[in-house]
């Protein structure tokens, strides 16, 4: 009887932990990734409107670095890294800025 009640209480638990509210933020939806991806063009465009070797666009970089940031603080390091990787490619595909941020 004892074991039972054992084994009963960590099935429960298993299932409480996989069937609750967990936290979602590393498993992102088609539209958060999409949204993300979106984010990074724009941010690379206002790099792109910005003259080189400016300090306009080194605010610009800096810029796409504190967001990734934020994004990992909040607790989205996918997001995060999805975001900085699709920055980090588009700037050395159309700017020419081979350096990873």
Do not use: H, W
């Given at each position: 009887?004892k074991?039972?009640?054992?084994i009963l ?8 932990t ?19 991806i979106?984010?990074?063009r ?8 910005t ?10 970089l800096i ?21 900085i ?17």
């Amino acid at each position: 009887m004892k074991f039972s009640a054992i084994i009963l209480a960590a099935a429960i638990a298993i299932a409480l932990t996989a069937c609750g509210d967990g936290d979602n933020r590393n498993r992102p939806s088609k539209s958060d990734i999409n949204r993300t991806i979106e984010q990074a063009r724009k941010d690379v465009a206002a790099v792109a409107r910005t003259g080189e070797g400016s300090t306009d666009r080194q605010r610009a970089l800096i810029d796409i670095r504190v967001r990734e940031n934020r994004l990992r603080k909040a607790g989205y390091e996918t997001l995060a890294g999805i975001y900085i990787s699709e920055a980090e490619d588009l700037l050395a595909d159309s700017l020419e800025i081979v350096t990873r941020l």
